[in-house]
């Protein structure tokens, strides 16, 4: 893993995005395409806007898979990250050769994560875009996280930590809003991406750095399991890497 402090949370983002457009753009030039992973939050933002930004990468030759979503939360809601990420991305981006959404209000939540399975199976990833969460989640595996499951999509119970995060960002107005389950990404299929670009800002979330790059890896720290990635960049800005020493 490597990891790079920026002063502000507005340069960390200006770096973050320019790593992922290098890395969708040399996935594109070896192999004549790019799949690739995008997380939302509030972490995401500013990667976001430099990438759609960046107005070089031939979006027609990339494929898009969605990391995560709340079960039973339809499309159009205020904290849908199927709207975060059409307002913030495929609206910006129309060339795009395929957008894959989870659908998290889908009658069968099982029958939509294997639908998800066998979608991502046969596109092999480049690059994953992610954050890491207040509690040291990754996507929405909350500790303790399943290592060892194949399954590339899974349904998963947030804990509370997790769900008063989404509150605090000021997603939902009341804790009771905020979904009890979500459809995530498995940590397995995340690192098989073959780069990561991990972006994480703010004060809140020093101590999930702090554990996830200095403490054990565990599924107690969901992303500690990024140090036994081969190919990792985390972008942090200064209040985020505060606590490391």
Request: glycine share 6%.
């Amino acid at each position: 893993m490597k990891k790079f402090v920026y002063d502000t949370a507005r340069q960390m983002g200006a770096a973050a995005g320019t790593e992922a457009a290098n890395v969708i753009e040399q996935a594109i030039e070896e192999n004549g395409r790019a799949n690739i992973i995008l997380a939302t939050g509030t972490s995401q933002m500013g990667m976001l806007e430099n990438l759609v930004g960046a107005g070089r990468i031939d979006w027609s030759k990339v494929t898009m898979f969605h990391l995560d979503e709340y079960i039973g939360l339809p499309p159009d809601h205020p904290a849908s990250f199927r709207k975060y990420l059409k307002e913030r991305f495929t609206d910006k981006v129309p060339a795009l050769k395929q957008a894959n959404f989870v659908n998290g209000d889908a009658v069968e939540p099982r029958q939509e994560c294997e639908r998800l399975g066998a979608l991502i199976a046969a596109h092999p990833i480049d690059a994953a875009m992610v954050g890491i969460g207040e509690n040291g989640h990754l996507a929405f595996n909350d500790p303790p996280a399943d290592f060892e499951t194949e399954e590339p999509y899974i349904i998963v119970e947030l804990d509370e930590r997790c769900r008063k995060q989404q509150l605090g960002e000021g997603w939902f107005e009341t804790l009771e809003q905020v979904p009890r389950r979500a459809i995530s990404m498995s940590i397995r299929q995340i690192m098989k991406s073959a780069r990561l670009v991990v972006t994480v800002p703010d004060r809140r979330k020093a101590e999930a750095v702090k554990n996830a790059l200095e403490g054990p890896v565990t599924p107690m720290c969901p992303a500690s399991i990024l140090r036994r990635h081969g190919n990792c960049k985390i972008f942090l800005d200064a209040e985020a890497a505060s606590l490391l020493s």
